[in-house]
């Protein structure tokens, strides 16, 4: 027996070590474990005060059985026996789980915080986000499948859904919150670290459920205002012919039924807002980044990328007709 | 049996019949103080009314709940006579292990809707606020 159950316990630790260690891939973008916002910060600490608390108190509970059955196996008093029952079994659980709550209850009220004068409105759609940010004369500017936050200050996000339940979560961030059709949720986050993280929806939503997933840019404060500036201007063309032909093509290929590209024909409403789309990180929602080919990759092969999105593969368009739309796409910054 | 035993037995099934009920009390007590505390903070928070009287509201019925639980308790285990005789088993079927063990289980069921009422109270306490 004892022969084989070494390896299985070396190989269970050496998994564990693995699953530990694959938490740091990708620089933490979508980890729990790289908690760059006050939120976020919270949560670890919780789990980190719950996993060691827990392990504490496994050792002991089990140091005590070994004690009693293989070190000292003898008949105890019943003193002893009665104290131990109702000391350990009644006493000790009751005061360690009533200080638990005492600890973790107040930390549920931070990600419910009000915000500090910005709200960003984030609907889940299938299978992208529609995010709208608030302005103080409140007027939305809309954006999708990014969000932008500014360091230092807390934002609050107002979650809505279209026809099915999803979850928003930024591990990295702070907590998940329902999103739930017809009814308004409530999260607020306080980014500490600017930098590029990832969201992912995290209720399961549908066919493309995984590949639902946004960038959450935290940025400095002066850049962030500059770039909710520019966000809220309409759309300025990209001049050079190639993107010239895109724009027709993305005319006459009837995309501004879906799509909005203000300040121009375009005013769909079904489709991500494409006003600034050249300027985001990625495509599809987190699933491809914003170069030209991703753009091309992304219109010709929309239902293969994203198994029954709403928006068709545009594969019978000629290469070149991609090629501009891409330069057209890629230069809406 | 003769007529004097038929009433003593009578008179020992009745009380036993009231102890039977008594053991329910104490979850009885956490139910109500339960439903009444998540009832009225969904229908207070939904109406966006006084946090404040809220939680009151619920210190008030919780300290209620406690003291009538405490006092159940207390009738409990002196019903149970554990420091007398010892006798944490009454597994004997004779009326006075019956009444005993009633007793017992009345006693543990209070203990555990004491702490239940309390951990239901904490968020109240801890919580200022609707979020």
Not at chain 1, 199 to 216: D, I, P, V
Not at chain 1, 225 to 250: C, I, K, N, Y
Not at chain 2, 1 to 11: F, G
Request: charged share 20%; aromatic share 8%.
């Amino acid at each position: 027996m004892t022969r084989f159950k070494r390896p299985t316990r070396t190989r269970t630790l050496v998994a564990l070590a693995g699953v530990l260690l694959m938490s740091a891939c990708g620089e933490g973008r979508q980890s729990v474990l790289n908690p760059s916002g006050r939120d976020a910060l919270l949560l670890y600490d919780l789990a980190l005060v719950m996993f060691v608390g827990a392990l504490v108190l496994w050792l002991l509970v089990g140091g005590l059985f070994v004690y009693v059955t293989r070190i000292n196996p003898r008949e105890m008093s019943r003193g002893l026996a009665e104290g131990l029952i109702i000391g350990g079994g009644v006493l000790f659980p009751v005061v360690l789980l009533g200080g638990l709550l005492v600890y973790s209850l107040p930390l549920m009220q931070a990600p419910r915080e009000a915000d500090e004068g910005m709200r960003v409105h984030i609907t889940a759609e299938q299978w992208w986000w529609r995010v709208e940010y608030e302005l103080p004369d409140g007027s939305r500017v809309t954006s999708a499948n990014e969000l932008r936050l500014p360091v230092g200050r807390r934002t609050g996000l107002i979650l809505n859904a279209h026809r099915v339940i999803h979850a928003f979560w930024v591990p990295a961030l702070g907590g998940k919150a329902d999103m739930i059709p017809g009814r308004e949720t409530y999260l607020s986050f306080l980014p500490e670290e600017a930098g590029t993280y990832r969201g992912q929806c995290a209720e399961f939503c549908g066919a493309s459920h995984a590949l639902m997933a946004f960038e959450a840019v935290v940025m400095e404060p002066d850049d962030f205002a500059a770039w909710l500036d520019a966000e809220a201007q309409e759309a300025t063309p990209p001049q050079s012919e190639e993107a010239t032909r895109g724009a027709q093509v993305f005319a006459r290929e009837g995309c501004g039924s879906c799509h909005t590209v203000r300040g121009t024909q375009a005013l769909g409403k079904v489709g991500p807002d494409l006003t600034h789309v050249g300027g985001r990180v990625s495509l599809g929602a987190g699933i491809l980044g914003a170069e030209a080919p991703d753009f091309v990759n992304w219109i010709a092969h929309t239902e293969s990328l994203k198994p029954e999105v709403a928006m068709p593969s545009y594969d019978h368009l000629s290469p070149d007709d991609l090629a501009a739309l891409a330069a057209y796409l890629g230069g809406l910054e | 049996m003769t007529k004097i035993n038929e009433n003593e037995d009578a008179h020992e099934f009745r009380s036993e019949a009231v102890s039977l009920w008594r053991i329910t009390f104490g979850p009885l007590i956490w139910a109500v103080h339960f439903a009444a505390s998540y009832a009225a903070t969904a229908l207070i928070c939904a109406k966006g009314g006084a946090v404040e009287g809220l939680r009151l509201g619920i210190g008030i019925g919780t300290g209620v709940a406690l003291v009538a639980i405490a006092w159940l308790g207390w009738q409990a285990w002196r019903q149970w006579d554990l420091l007398c005789d010892r006798d944490w088993e009454n597994d004997q079927g004779t009326g006075e292990d019956r009444h005993q063990f009633l007793g017992h289980a009345a006693f543990l069921l209070a203990v555990v809707s004491f702490i239940g009422v309390s951990y239901v109270a904490l968020p109240a306490l801890l919580i200022g606020t609707c979020r």
